[in-house]
């Protein structure tokens, strides 16, 4: 029985998949089971940071599984303090508390159960909690019933009414459409600073700040999704401080790219005091309040702590910033009328393509189509939406690597 065949028996036909069958990896290379060889730019979605099987996270996950895997958060786990100290010292460089998840749904949950608890603490003029948390339209927060509900894309909650209540979807970037967005209910604002899923959409600097501001002015919380843009990929630690570095959040998620490859996702809240008896916020989830019995073992925290260390002591933000200014020079000089515009910062990007130009077959979106050609040709990237493909190599890519991959890039694009 072929991989495909069981697959097509046993598992539930959630994703789309390519023929594809990858059985080993090192560092921006995949083999399938055929023996060919492919450059990864696609890195399990922007999560392989440093490639595959980087040695020291091997050898990080190697240590640990012959120490402790896991032990229960009911007692203190070293790697656990260890990871929320490197990032809350050097990653978020904000007095804040970090709890850990799996996944970056649950991160996105984390954040919105803190915001009901924020709501609770400091509800409504008439008494009654706020709840109401603003998301933006094509944003991506996760497949969990709370993350879904976050999520400002109908295709992602088609069949699953009745969604959890209290989100509202507002048009990213829009200045004028925050002016009457808040009601009395809304305790929170959670947006991407770059929209991944949904087609790398930045964030503008002015938007971002009127975002702020609004929560400011309404006493609501603000909270970024860095999920798939935070630890390096967008060219600084953290995404939205290459658009908005003066913005201090209330809360983050993260996940995809801080483990490398291990299963870990994580919130963030911060230590600043939400009320006149000086209360945190990061203080609003007590002992029993919230928990996950795999967040945060020691395996994953181990291997997330080698990885994270390796981005900020080799400055892999700085690499992903160069790299982007090769791939955007090199692309930008080719004038290809396919290529309706480059978006995205750092290692996290989006190639806008001109549909009219690709002939689709039924049922395949212009980028299905030349995510295709490309995988042919040897080169791996995932779509962002139907006409967008993204690159989203590991952060310590090299020149010659990047030049391999524009290479593929031109022999398929120039061909529409
Ligand atoms: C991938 C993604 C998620 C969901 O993460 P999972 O680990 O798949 O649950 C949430 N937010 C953003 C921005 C993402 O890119």
């Given at each position: 029985m072929t991989t495909a065949e069981a697959f097509q028996q046993n598992v539930l036909p959630t994703y789309g998949r390519f023929p594809l069958v990858p059985v080993r990896g090192a560092g921006c290379r995949l083999w399938d089971e055929t023996g060919k060889s492919y450059l990864d730019f696609c890195t399990g979605i922007a999560v392989c940071s440093l490639g595959h099987c980087h040695p020291r996270l091997v050898e990080a996950i190697r240590k640990q599984a012959g120490e402790l895997m896991h032990v229960s958060n009911l007692y203190q786990i070293p790697q656990q303090?260890?990871?929320?100290?490197?990032?809350?010292?050097?990653?978020?460089?904000?007095?804040?508390?970090?709890?850990?998840?799996?996944s970056g749904a649950e991160a996105n949950d984390g954040l919105i159960k803190s915001a009901r608890r924020f709501g609770h603490k400091r509800p409504q003029a008439d008494g009654s909690p706020r709840y109401e948390v603003l998301t933006f339209q094509q944003s991506f927060h996760g497949r969990t019933l709370g993350s879904m509900a976050a999520t400002g894309q109908a295709k992602i909650q088609e069949g699953f009414d009745p969604l959890l209540p209290g989100f509202r979807y507002l048009p990213y970037n829009d200045?004028?459409?925050?002016?009457?967005?808040?009601?009395?209910?809304?305790?929170?604002?959670?947006?991407e600073p770059i929209q991944g899923e949904g087609g790398v959409n930045t964030a503008t600097r002015e938007f971002m700040r009127a975002v702020a501001d609004l929560c400011k002015k309404h006493d609501l919380l603000l909270l970024f999704d860095e999920?798939?843009?935070?630890?390096?990929?967008?060219?600084?630690?953290?995404?939205?401080?290459?658009?908005?570095?003066?913005?201090?959040?209330?809360?983050?998620?993260?996940?995809?790219?801080?483990?490398?490859?291990v299963p870990i996702g994580a919130f963030w809240l911060s230590d600043r005091s939400i009320d006149d008896e000086g209360t945190a916020l990061s203080s609003l989830l007590g002992p029993?309040?919230?928990?996950?019995?795999?967040?945060?073992?020691?395996?994953?925290?181990?291997?997330?702590?080698?990885v994270v260390q390796e981005i900020r002591e080799k400055d892999l933000a700085m690499n992903a910033i160069l790299q982007e200014v090769r791939i955007r020079s090199t692309i930008e000089s080719w004038n290809l009328p396919v290529v309706t515009e480059i978006r995205g910062k750092g290692l996290l990007l989006g190639i806008g393509l001109d549909p009219a130009r690709i002939p689709t077959p039924v049922g395949k979106t212009p980028a299905l189509v030349v995510v295709s050609a490309l995988m042919e040709r040897g080169l791996l990237v995932p779509p962002a939406g139907p006409n967008t493909i993204r690159l989203l190599p590991p952060l310590n890519v090299t020149d010659s690597e990047i030049d391999e991959a524009l290479a593929h890039l031109f022999a398929v694009l120039s061909g529409f």
């Open positions: 303090a260890e990871l929320a100290k490197e990032i809350n010292e050097h990653h978020v460089k904000l007095p804040g508390k970090i709890f850990f998840s799996n200045i004028a459409a925050l002016e009457n967005a808040v009601r009395p209910e809304t305790a929170a604002i959670l947006l999920v798939q843009t935070g630890f390096g990929r967008c060219g600084d630690s953290m995404a939205w401080r290459m658009t908005a570095p003066e913005i201090q959040p209330d809360g983050i998620s993260w996940a995809k790219g801080m483990g490398g490859g029993g309040s919230h928990g996950s019995t795999y967040g945060g073992n020691p395996l994953v925290c181990a291997a997330a702590l080698a």
